[in-house]
């Protein structure tokens, strides 16, 4: 199951409800899946992001190398869009050199 899918569907189901945030959403979500205890935090993700862009930038394998990472992003709207925002400018700042 994509978990984005199913947070999105989630969030438009309780449009009506302001104060369900995607942190609401998560914990809820996290509670459906009982999520391991080796989970990610978000601090954690920002602190390797570096390392997964780079693996992928790399064509190393980085799901093999951080398995948790892509886990994370899957499930952390937050953390993908950083995610993505990263790959881009280092994508750019390759193409430059
Ligand atoms: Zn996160």
Do not use: W
Not at 53 to 78: F, Q, W, Y
Not at 79 to 92: F, G, R, S
Request: include cysteine; proline fraction near 2%; charged fraction near 35%.
């Amino acid at each position: 199951m994509n978990l984005q899918n199913l947070l999105n569907r989630i969030r438009n189901q309780f449009t009506a409800q302001p104060e369900l945030t995607d942190e609401v959403v998560v914990k809820f979500l996290n509670i459906l899946e009982q999520v391991r205890e080796d989970e990610l935090s978000c601090t954690d993700m920002y602190a390797k992001l570096d390392e997964f862009v780079e693996n992928e930038i790399k064509g190393e394998d980085a799901d093999k190398l951080t398995p948790l990472l892509r886990e994370h992003l899957d499930m952390c709207s937050d953390c993908c869009d950083e995610y993505e925002a990263l790959l881009t400018i280092v994508e750019h700042t390759t193409e430059e050199q």
